[in-house]
């Protein structure tokens, strides 16, 4: 029903389907649910200095940003070869060109966004991706959005596969996609501000860097209304990274993603728990939004 719905919304003309789109962002950004109150709570933590008003925008601008690209998914897997080449942007394309004529591997370090899918699949014409991906519990959808994701030949491996493979990929010239902007707990983390804000940080990447001596390239993917395209963006790779030090290693790739992020806020997925983890080891603060007991503050 998910696959069929989402065929007959992706051929919707694009004036109907966005509008579809931004009438639901508009009733959805007024409910008081839980993922509303941790978008509000990521907002007020990222950017205090934006007023009520302009997270509300944010918001909403962030559900119906989601709706359209999820309501074109159906373009990655059966789409054709052309028309995935014709919507894609990529800019600064020479950051990542310069990282790979150092023939060192190269890392992307990708943030989650609204292009995120599109944007994956626009690299993988030109380039030789793999990275992780968490299996959806539809066998249906997971495999046609994995076919998408490995139709021009990128190497999409489920969690759990292990790291092994993907440093064998690296010294065979593939880029790994790693996303690294979500809270996984404390176990492997470190704590190091992310806007400002101490955030439960994977400690993995320095780790994987020291050991195949890549670049990190951050990048992310941006969902445009007005044409159905996607724009990759691509940054300049870490300088001197890693440094050797958890915490300052962990500053560096925060403040890279949150780079990313302010290009245009509403295109992060918002509805992650980014602070779910804290450095108190008090319990999690979205619970404690839930029951409005929390200060800004404490994050």
């Known amino acids: 029903m998910t696959v069929g719905l989402l065929t007959l919304l992706r051929w919707l003309p694009r004036p109907v389907r966005n509008g579809l789109a931004n009438g639901i962002a508009r009733v959805s950004a007024k409910r008081d649910t839980s993922t509303n109150r941790a978008v509000r709570i990521n907002l007020e933590a990222c950017f205090p200095q934006f007023d009520e008003s302009i997270r509300q925008a944010i918001l909403e601008r962030y ?22 080449i014709d919507t894609a942007r990529l800019h600064n394309k020479h950051y990542l060109d310069t990282a790979l004529a150092t023939k060192r591997p190269v890392v992307l370090l990708v943030t989650h966004s609204a292009g995120l899918d599109a944007g994956l699949l626009a690299l993988s014409p030109n380039y030789p991706l793999q990275g992780i991906y968490n299996p959806i519990k539809n066998p249906v959808l997971d495999y046609l959005v994995l076919r998408g994701r490995n139709r021009f030949g990128a190497k999409p491996l489920s969690r759990g596969s292990g790291f092994r493979q993907l440093i064998k990929g690296l010294h065979e010239g593939q880029l790994m996609c790693y996303l690294c902007d979500e809270d996984y707990g404390a176990d492997g983390s470190v704590f190091a501000p992310f806007f400002s804000h101490q955030k439960a940080t994977l400690a993995m990447l320095p780790r994987l860097v020291s050991k195949t001596n890549a670049l990190v390239v951050p990048m992310i993917a941006h969902h445009d209304s007005d044409d159905d395209g996607v724009d990759v963006h691509l940054f300049e790779a870490l300088q001197n990274y890693p440094t050797g030090d958890a915490v300052t290693d962990a500053t560096t790739m925060n403040e890279a993603i949150a780079s990313t992020i302010r290009l245009q806020p509403a295109q992060f997925t918002w509805k992650l728990r980014i602070f779910k983890t804290s450095p108190h080891g008090l319990e999690s603060r979205y619970t404690q939004v839930t029951r409005g007991d929390i200060q800004i503050d404490d994050l």
């Open 63 to 84: 559900i119906a940003l989601h709706l359209q690209s999820y309501m074109l998914l159906p373009r990655n897997w059966w789409g054709s070869d052309k028309t995935i």
